[in-house]
């Protein structure tokens, strides 16, 4: 059954019969509202609610659904990777992989007002998008990843719901919607992606801003510079894996901003960037606590973006809770 708003007496899916239950409905459902021939599109961004999306209307429709990879180039290290590995190979999903870092990169050059970096992203992905959606004339339907959360806080004026959202006209007059997670609550959406089979480091993938790491490479974007961000990210979530923090820590980055510091390299003087570590918990990003992290594996931490990231001299630890600060930098 597709359902318009969530059931009062809707059950909690919190066990895996649950989940089994909730996909062999909406299967149904996406059947149904697709027919025997319709194909749907879908934006999928890697993260846990399109990626269980399209692991939904996979198993519904098969190469049917025609998913669109966009790399903006402000993902992090590896991501890209795993969306091809887990629906190209492993799921032979019908995936459409766009590498469009240039083309970003070369539209925030200069920028460092975070307002407009955000707009800039966002507005390139859509007509990124838009473009592949132009190409296939004969697919009726758009997915989306939207979940409850998203339509509560629409509805209360948190935030702008995002059911084809900025699309250009012409694109959404095309499209009807189908959006088979839309009545579940995060941590159900995770439960029903753990039933369909997703890996883990996708399913419980930590909260990660629609920006990326260009709201972590503080100021102007620069190649170097958003590298060392992704480089120090990448070392930080290997060693909280390693120290068992993973999926025990809410939400752990780096940070670079947009200036240097003085430091002594091989006995010269350097002037090089900093890194801040941050590892915040939250049960919903209203407030958060900082996490003790234990001071052995800050060292490591430390001397591993010492040795591993170019152009970094300092390593930080950020000890501001939310409030006075919030959980990111822009």
């Not at 990169?105 to 307002?115: F, H, R, W, Y």
């Not at 992905?125 to 473009?131: D, L, Q, T």
């Not at 132009?134 to 997915?143: H, I, N, P, Q, S």
């Not at 009545?183 to 997703?198: Q, S, T, W």
Request: proline share 5%; aromatic share 8%.
């Amino acid at each position: 059954m597709i359902y318009d708003r969530r059931p009062d007496d809707m059950v909690r899916i919190t066990t895996p019969a649950l989940a089994e239950a909730y996909i062999e409905e909406q299967v149904e459902a996406i059947r149904a509202q697709v027919g025997p021939d319709g194909k749907v599109l879908l934006a999928l961004s890697g993260g846990v609610d399109s990626s269980v999306c399209a692991a939904l209307l996979l198993r519904a429709i098969g190469d049917r659904l025609i998913s669109v990879h966009v790399n903006h180039g402000l993902l992090r290290k590896g991501e890209p990777e795993q969306v091809i590995e887990v629906f190209r190979d492993r799921l032979q999903a019908n995936l459409i992989y766009v590498d469009a870092t240039d083309r970003f990169l070369d539209k925030l050059a200069g920028v460092s007002d975070p307002e407009e970096k955000r707009h800039i992203i966002g507005a390139e992905f859509i007509n990124v998008f838009a473009e592949e959606a132009r190409k296939l004339e004969d697919v009726a339907f758009l997915g989306q990843g939207t979940i409850w959360p998203d339509i509560l806080e629409s509805e209360a004026g948190i935030k702008a719901h995002h059911n084809a959202g900025g699309l250009p006209e012409d694109i959404k007059e095309r499209f009807e919607l189908v959006e088979p997670v839309k009545i579940l609550f995060k941590d159900e959406v995770r439960c029903v992606g753990k039933a369909l089979g997703l890996p883990d480091s996708m399913v419980y993938r930590q909260p990660f801003p629609g920006p990326g790491l260009g709201v972590r490479c503080v100021g102007a974007i620069t190649r170097d510079r958003l590298e060392a961000v992704r480089e120090s990210d990448a070392i930080l979530r290997e060693e909280f894996a390693k120290a068992g923090l993973q999926g025990k820590v809410w939400q752990y980055f780096t940070v670079v901003p947009d200036f240097t510091s003085t430091g002594i390299k091989d006995g010269k003087r350097c002037d090089d960037w900093m890194v801040i570590i941050r590892a915040v918990n939250s049960l919903d990003a209203t407030s958060a606590t900082i996490e003790e992290v234990p001071y052995w594996l800050l060292l490591k931490i430390r001397d591993r973006i010492f040795r591993e990231v170019s152009g970094v001299n300092r390593v930080l630890y950020d000890l501001s809770c939310k409030e006075p600060a919030t959980i990111e930098y822009e």
